[in-house]
């Protein structure tokens, strides 16, 4: 009797725990909020692409990054109270790509007019968003 207490107190206790760090992780992957597409110029290879993305998703609050080399178009899932369209495209500007905000808009409404997703394999690879933060 007594030791099943014990061992339910364990049980209750670690999954409180496992449950708030669910949460916190969770909570962390999904603050992107807002879709921001920016038109940039000078976009011509891969690893046009590859520089550009890596510079922004180095930054607070961005959580993918699409990069359309013939369109010349970067869309950027992002948290918008972490990080503004207008921040996103100086920093796309300043890595050596001048571009300016094509759009920007809710992420729900954004993925549900182009049927595009955040590419899940950035924040879901090997653990969720927040684990792989750091890690790139
Ligand atoms: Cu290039």
């Not at 110029?41 to 550009?52: D, F, Q, V, W, Y």
Request: proline fraction near 1%; include cysteine.
């Amino acid at each position: 009797m007594h030791i099943s207490k014990k061992v339910s107190w364990f049980v209750v206790t670690g999954m409180a725990v496992l449950m708030f760090f669910a949460a916190v992780c969770f909570g962390a992957a999904q603050t992107a909020d807002t879709v921001t597409v920016l038109k940039a110029e000078k976009l011509s290879c891969g690893s046009c692409a590859a520089k550009i993305t890596k510079a922004l998703e180095a930054q607070q609050g961005v959580a993918s990054v699409d990069v359309d080399i013939e369109a010349g178009k970067v869309t950027v899932w992002h948290a918008s109270k972490a990080i503004d369209a207008e921040r996103l495209a100086s920093v796309v500007t300043d890595a050596g790509y001048p571009s300016g905000v094509y759009k920007t808009a809710d992420k729900e409404a954004f993925e549900k007019e182009t049927g595009k997703a955040a590419a899940v394999k950035q924040s879901f690879g090997s653990g969720c968003g927040c684990c792989n933060q750091g890690s790139k």
